[in-house]
């Protein structure tokens, strides 16, 4: 049984920093892209960030461009997102999301940043900034 599991989410102040964590179990994904979306309540899932399958191309979301940075241990099984300068706007639920049908795709902008290029998903890790 495939699990992603999400840690490093919690509280924090304005200004802080956070790494988020996201291991993955079941099976490897050492060849294929990783992402991490966030969803904020009332709002739709938003793209934050996504690598590639190894780890020479990363993509961000407009709002954490500059903000965030996406890294993966492929020996591991694991994804981080290290987020730095956090905004009371960057509270949300965040998911790890793992493509599981293109191996060695490097794929683009425009395809990593839909939710629909991931095959599977975590159950979130909650991020609250307080102002």
């Known amino acids: 049984q495939v699990q992603l599991v999400e840690s490093g989410g919690g509280l924090v102040q304005a200004g802080g920093s956070l790494r988020l964590s996201c291991a993955a179990s079941?099976?490897?994904?050492?060849?294929?892209?990783m992402g991490w979306f966030r969803q904020a309540p009332g709002k739709e899932r938003e793209f934050v960030a996504a690598i590639s399958w190894s780890g020479g191309s990363t993509y961000y979301g407009y709002s954490e461009k500059g903000r965030c940075t996406i890294s993966r241990d492929n020996a591991k099984n694991t994804v981080y997102l290290q987020m730095n300068s956090l905004k009371p706007e960057d509270t949300a639920d965040y998911y790890c999301?793992?493509?599981?049908?293109?191996?060695?795709?490097?794929?683009?902008?425009?395809?990593?940043?839909?939710?629909?290029?991931?095959?599977?998903w975590g159950q979130g890790t909650q991020v609250t900034v307080s102002s």
């Open positions: 999301a793992a493509d599981g049908t293109r191996p060695r795709y490097s794929g683009s902008y425009s395809t990593f940043r839909s939710p629909y290029e991931y095959s599977y």
């Open positions: 079941g099976r490897t994904f050492s060849n294929y892209a």
